[in-house]
């Protein structure tokens, strides 16, 4: 059974930095893409990024390009996202998803991933 299990979320004030993981197992981490992507209050779930098998390539949503920063670490099966220069629009409900394929995705794809995890919140104060 796949389980996906986001952490780091918090309250930060503007032009700060957090840094989002997420715990995967279940299946071999290292085979398949996997993604960050938020939910603010009465909008619609978004991407984020997105980051290949390998971590070789990577994607952003045009709002965190430069600031956010998607990793992983294969030794840990854990997803990272790095989050500077916070703004306030970045508040949200933060979750990880993977795929069941190596390529990573761009802003759209939410409904090629199989698997979610709970979410972690990120609230940035101005």
């Known amino acids: 059974q796949v389980q996906l299990v986001e952490s780091g979320g918090g309250l930060v004030q503007a032009g700060g930095s957090l840094r989002l993981s997420c715990a995967a197992s279940?299946?071999?981490?290292?085979?398949?893409?996997m993604g960050w992507f938020r939910q603010a209050p009465g909008k619609e779930r978004e991407f984020v990024a997105s980051?290949?098998?390998?971590?070789?390539?990577?994607s952003y949503s045009d709002s965190v390009k430069g600031r956010f920063t998607i990793s992983r670490d294969y030794a840990k099966n854990t997803l990272y996202l790095q989050m500077n220069s916070l703004k306030s629009e970045d508040t949200a409900m933060y979750y990880c998803?993977?795929?069941?394929?190596?390529?990573?995705?761009?802003?759209?794809?939410?409904?090629?991933?199989?698997?979610w995890g709970r979410g972690t919140q990120v609230t940035v104060s101005s």
């Open positions: 998803a993977t795929r069941s394929s190596p390529y990573h995705t761009g802003y759209g794809a939410e409904g090629e991933y199989d698997y």
């Open positions: 279940g299946r071999t981490f290292s085979r398949y893409a």
């Open positions: 980051i290949n098998s390998i971590g070789s390539m990577t």
